[in-house]
């Protein structure tokens, strides 16, 4: 649903929304392969701004250098 994923020199952010079972959206954010953020929300209202601060963040670091990769372990 929402996968990117981010490298600036070593460093990689991943970013994710996706279908849970039985029902919701995980919500994760991994930075150098640690988990962050790992959110199970029912209420689609709240992955919007999930979704929202992700793509700013996004937006943030894109300025500051980070490059989009292909994320080839997912």
């Known amino acids: 649903m929402f996968?990117?994923?981010?490298?600036?020199?070593?460093?990689?952010?991943?970013?994710?929304?996706?279908?849970?079972?039985?029902?919701?959206?995980?919500v994760k954010l991994e930075e150098d392969r640690e988990v962050r953020r790992n959110d199970l929300y029912l209420d689609w209202h709240r992955v919007e701004r999930a979704m929202a601060l992700f793509e700013l963040e996004v937006l943030q670091l894109t300025a500051s250098g980070w490059h989009l990769t292909t994320d080839v372990s997912q």
């Open 3 to 26: 996968h990117l994923s981010l490298q600036c020199a070593d460093h990689v952010r991943r970013y994710s929304i996706a279908p849970a079972n039985p029902f919701g959206w995980e």
